[in-house]
């Protein structure tokens, strides 16, 4: 089994710890290390380094290449962002280019899993399911009438694949009203879209033949100078131009192939906000519902999340649902109920020329 | 006429803006001046330099020093607080042996007053009653049934100096609970005690033999020895046994004197939290009643005072009746209604061995 990785967010959505050179998949935020090398280790059972290919940003390529130093890992530079067809095909053509035609898993790079060997047992089961052609995606089951995500509904009843729940996807669904998530979380047949899914390279790389014929023109003019010295002129020149387009919405939507869906039920998080980091790290809350990180002093604090990541001293008094993120050079104070709306304030020190803390 | 600016205070209050080297009245926290000297320099119309004596603790020598360069104006060191009575009796010992004997104002150095004028003109009604030996007090019109002061009961009706209106003082009373200081104010016949009162130095010091034996021992000691080589060895040895008792509760609520109250309506604060300071600040305040300093950036925040007082950016999200003091070395985000809870944060610094942020 192969994997690529999609390495490539810029997310601001953990500003002020996240920036433009250090995006959320390089943040040590859940656990020890950071979401990308979490990533990259947990698939060690089922897939060998040399078969993962991570693609990101062209600016990430030092600081990813530093984390992962020691593992026979191909990173692969996105000139520019594309959105994730582009991500994916490339990441499918270099595979090809290495011999690699195994079923692929096709991961991102940032999200939180609580269960690994659940996540591993489900990705095998999807690997098993892809090897016909198929493109199998996780279904994520839903705890929660979320508004945030895509949906995937299943239809007819379920294939067991050595204990894993396999189901024909009637259709994908684009981020629902709340009406339609308490719908769909109430009827039981839809899953989140967590944007994992499993396929064989050259599936993708036809599926975009089809679907996506600009993208497809641009990948083969690039495939042809792999390991050739016109490469990083080719990917440069090449990739401003391709299509920016989801995978999803360029072929999820769209294929004529047999898609199926594989039930997961691992503890999954996209890790989205400060307060979706908070709500996961539930097991390190103290009993009022801090959650702490340095040695902030707190008084009569509840359900905040108090940060001290830089020198300073942090304390606290009668906060409630508070998120505070004091770091070397910059200070985020919020409810953390509005932590979806951090773009706001990115936007706002990008309109004052405040670069530097970006 | 003269002076006594008790500049004595250790406040905490302010934290982390504050600290044991810098409390209260050297901070520059309305206006453009530190407190202290805002206090000098508003008794100029009516006092000369030379005729004001400034007690603080010798630790506080070198900042106040700094702060009132330039200006006559005698500092006086005690070698620890012994509270209100001590440093009013040197006070009026010190004015004695400069041979300044006429009425004296004695102020808390670390008060707000909005209309100056009209803090003049009472200071000066007081003055002229004080000459004949009375105590004259100024009265705090009260705008709250606050619990936090002092009252005073006026008795009778009033007698016009110069267009102020004095009573005889009634009693003087202890901080009420709140159902006490809502008759107050609802009685019409209570002031505030803002600590500030006009005497003649020969009275303070009759009446502190009179009711503070010990006290007074220890001043005449004290006295012997100014303007000789044993000054510093003698306060030293003495003041740390005085008596440490106020001189509300030593002087005032015990003498036989006649004890006169002005009615006083200056716009007056004994600034003691963060609260009351964005309360007083309220001409500052922007539309969603949000008071800044430094250069935050701010969104959907309301009733906020957020202070960028290092280099760090400060952002904030959301937030209301919030508090966010950032300094270059310690960070305080407090629900603002609570700012009179902040010393429980300074027990716990010093309990955790932080001397260094107190």
Do not use: A, K, M
């Given at each position: 089994m192969q994997a690529v990785v999609m390495a490539g967010g810029a997310g601001t959505r953990f500003w002020p710890v996240s920036r433009r050179a250090k995006p959320k998949q390089f943040l040590?935020?859940?656990?020890?290390?950071p979401l990308l090398v979490q990533t990259v280790e947990r698939l060690s059972p089922l897939v060998e380094e040399h078969s993962i290919v991570v693609v990101l940003g062209e600016e990430h390529l030092d600081e990813a290449a530093g984390l992962l130093i020691g593992k026979d890992i191909h990173l692969l530079a996105e000139p520019v962002g594309r959105n994730t067809a582009a991500c994916i095909g490339l990441g499918a053509l270099y595979l090809g280019h290495l011999g690699l035609t195994g079923p692929v898993a096709f991961l991102p790079a940032d999200h939180y899993i609580g269960d690994v060997p659940g996540f591993l047992r489900t990705l095998e089961a999807a690997a098993r399911l892809a090897e016909d052609g198929s493109i199998v995606t996780l279904g994520i089951v839903p705890s929660r009438p979320e508004t945030g995500y895509g949906y995937i509904k299943r239809e007819g009843g379920p294939t067991d694949i050595n204990g894993e729940s396999a189901f024909q996807v009637a259709e994908f669904v684009e981020k629902p009203d709340l009406a339609a998530a308490e719908r769909y979380l109430a009827e039981g047949t839809y899953y989140w879209n967590g944007g994992i899914f499993v396929a064989r390279q050259d599936v993708i790389l036809s599926e975009i033949e089809e679907h996506l014929p600009l993208l497809s023109q641009g990948l083969k003019e690039i495939g042809a100078s792999i390991?050739?010295?016109?490469f990083d002129e080719t990917i440069s020149r090449i990739y401003q131009g391709l299509p920016s387009i989801s995978f999803d919405y360029g072929i999820m939507e769209n294929t004529r192939r047999d898609v199926k869906v594989v039930e997961s039920?691992?503890?999954?998080?996209?890790?989205?906000s400060w307060l979706s980091l908070y709500e996961l790290r539930a097991?390190?809350?103290?009993?009022?519902g801090n959650l702490k990180e340095g040695n902030p002093i707190l008084v009569d604090c509840k359900k905040s999340f108090i940060a001290q990541r830089g020198k300073r001293k942090v304390a606290c008094l009668g906060l409630e649902d508070c998120l505070v993120i004091d770091t070397a050079d910059a200070l985020l104070v919020a409810d953390i109920r509005r932590s979806q709306d951090i773009k706001g304030i990115v936007e706002l020190l990008k309109g004052a020329g405040e670069g530097n803390l970006l």
């Open positions: 040590q935020i859940t656990g020890r290390q390991q050739t010295d016109s039920r691992f503890g999954w998080s996209d890790v989205g097991s390190e809350h103290d009993l009022e």
